[in-house]
């Protein structure tokens, strides 16, 4: 089992910056992927970024591509997501994602924190 909780959602002015953390437990962190999703009200959830879990590559979706940064710090069981240049289409609640199953690419996430609210204002 792995757990896996959010942090550092809130409300930001259009143009801002915010920086999410997830931390993890319950199995090593350094073997698995992790990614972040979002879902905006009414919309399906969708990828935003991942990360492999010797941070070597990252990939993100064409919406935040130069915008957002992901990292992770094995030490600490957490990866991060780095939102700059933020605008209300950036509203929703994100997810961090586990991929316990796979190093890398094609990821598929099994275990999913709670998710924290991102709200931005124009």
């Given at each position: 089992q792995v757990q896996l909780v959010e942090s550092g959602g809130g409300l930001v002015q259009a143009g801002g910056s915010l920086r999410l953390s997830c931390a993890a437990s319950g199995r090593t962190f350094s073997n698995y992927a992790m990614g972040w999703f979002r879902q905006a009200p009414g919309k399906e959830r969708k990828f935003v970024a991942a990360i492999n879990?010797?941070?070597?590559?990252?990939?993100?979706?064409?919406s935040v591509k130069g915008r957002f940064t992901i990292s992770r710090d094995n030490a600490k069981n957490t990866?991060?997501?780095?939102?700059?240049?933020?605008?209300?289409?950036?509203?929703?609640?994100?997810?961090?994602?586990?991929?316990?199953?796979?190093?890398?690419?094609?990821?598929?996430?099994d275990y999913w924190g709670q998710g924290t609210q991102v709200t931005v204002s124009s």
């Open positions: 879990r010797s941070a070597s590559n990252t990939y993100y979706a064409d990866v991060y997501l780095q939102m700059s240049s933020l605008n209300p289409e950036d509203t929703a609640v994100y997810y961090c994602a586990a991929d316990t199953i796979n190093a890398d690419r094609p990821f598929e996430f």
